[in-house]
Structure formats: structure tokens, C-alpha cells
């Protein structure tokens, strides 16, 4: 059984700070996925990872896939109120049956 | 236009009653599926259909039935609605069931209360 771990749970922060949320897990992943909820709104997808060490930059959002596979990061830089909401990682594995698991979120909350 | 929609928005209803849930994309995807949000933001995937036919049932109560009229449509049906059913319920579709770069669009998602 694959365990997956997001951390922090929670993240309040000042706009204009940095931050940097994980994904671990002890399995290989295929691929990983990002997406960003914000309140009473579904899921939207953020990126997808797919190579070991692959970087990928989306604006001020930068993700890393770690060299494993088993994990990953999302490093936020000078943070705004609209980055606001739950952070979620996705990561499919091989013989996954078509499913996507997500991890439980870090839900940040940027105050102006 | 919206891709993914879902109704009602919010449903609020007694315990022991039968309700559903409607979902439609408007994106020419052949896969819909049924995820629940708990209280604590935990998104847990329920059921997936593509072109129709089920591929992932989850570990689900039989009170849950969901249903494809149509690649467009997936609805689901809850039976003897229970106090511990209130989460909120998000459909997803996407272009192909599985594959690296599956991505998933989401509806805005139904608030289920169960008094």
C-alpha cells in the first residue's frame, strides 16, 4: 500500500513571503500531479512531472520531482492572496488502475 | 462555459432519505468519476466510468449507485442516506482513463448535509 505524506497540514503566511510545501511517499512514481483547490471549487490542475530531477516553473510556482521519483516540491516564491487554498498532490503509479490518489492537502492560507 | 458542472450545489436532507447527485462535462471526455471530500479536505476517489462502463468501484457502501446514461452524463444515487455521508462530492473527467498526463477536470463540487 503506497503511504503518501503532504507537509505542512497547514501553512499561514504574509504576502510577499516564500514558501515550500512536500510530497513523500516510500513508493516510485510514474508521474506526479499538482493541483491547487481553492474554496468552494474543485481541483485544478497545476502540473504534472514526469522525469526524476525535472523542474518546472509556472509563473512564481517552481516543482520539483525529486531524482527517485518519490517525492516532490512546490516552491512558492513572494506569495500573493491569490495563491491561497489546498495544495494537493497526485502521483500515479504503474498498475495503478486507472485511479488517481491524492495526498491530504496542505491548505495555505497568504494574508495580505 | 463551463466544462465540468454538477447540481444541485448544495443539498441538505434527513437521514434515511434517497437523493441524487448530477454530473455533465461538455469536453468530449470518455472517462467521469465520482471522488468525496471529508471534512478534512481528504479527496478519496468513489467511482470512474469510461465510455460508459465502470473501471474503479471503490470500497463503497451498495447504497451508492452511479450511473452513465451517456460518455457526457454520470450521475450518482445515494440510498438510506446516512450522518456520516455529508462531505462534499466532486465529479472529474478526463480525456483518457489513466497514462502519465492524465488530467483531470473537476465540477464545482455538491455539498451534501445529512441531518
Known amino acids: 500500500t503506497q503511504l503518501l505524506e503532504q507537509s505542512p497540514q497547514f501553512l499561514s503566511i504574509q504576502e510577499g513571503e516564500n514558501l515550500t510545501v512536500y510530497c513523500n511517499s516510500s513508493s516510485v512514481f510514474s508521474s506526479l500531479q499538482w493541483y491547487r483547490q481553492e474554496p468552494g471549487e474543485g481541483p485544478v490542475l497545476l502540473v504534472t512531472v514526469v522525469t526524476g530531477g525535472e523542474v518546472k516553473k509556472l509563473k512564481r510556482l517552481t516543482f520539483q520531482f525529486g531524482d527517485a521519483r518519490k517525492d516532490s516540491s512546490l516552491h512558492i516564491t513572494a506569495a500573493q492572496p491569490g495563491d491561497t487554498g489546498l495544495y494537493l498532490c497526485a502521483p500515479h503509479t504503474r498498475g495503478s488502475n486507472y485511479k488517481l490518489t491524492f495526498g491530504k492537502g496542505t491548505l495555505l492560507t497568504v494574508n495580505p | 462555459d463551463t466544462a465540468v458542472s454538477q447540481t444541485p450545489k448544495y443539498l441538505v436532507t434527513q437521514m434515511g432519505n434517497d437523493k441524487s447527485i448530477k454530473c455533465e462535462q461538455n469536453l468530449g471526455h470518455d472517462t467521469m468519476y465520482w471522488y468525496k471530500q471529508d471534512s478534512k479536505k481528504f479527496l478519496k476517489i468513489m467511482f470512474s466510468?469510461?465510455?460508459?462502463?465502470?473501471?474503479i468501484n471503490e470500497t463503497v457502501p451498495n447504497r451508492f449507485s452511479p450511473k452513465s446514461p451517456d460518455k457526457a452524463h454520470l450521475n450518482l444515487h445515494i440510498n438510506s442516506l446516512e450522518l456520516g455521508d455529508s462531505a462534499v462530492y466532486f465529479c472529474?473527467?478526463?480525456?483518457?482513463?489513466?497514462?502519465?498526463?492524465?488530467?483531470?477536470?473537476f465540477g464545482p463540487g455538491t455539498r451534501l448535509t445529512v441531518l
Open positions: 472529474a473527467s478526463s480525456q483518457v482513463p489513466g497514462g502519465l498526463y492524465n488530467e483531470q477536470f
Open positions: 466510468y469510461n465510455n460508459k462502463e465502470l473501471i
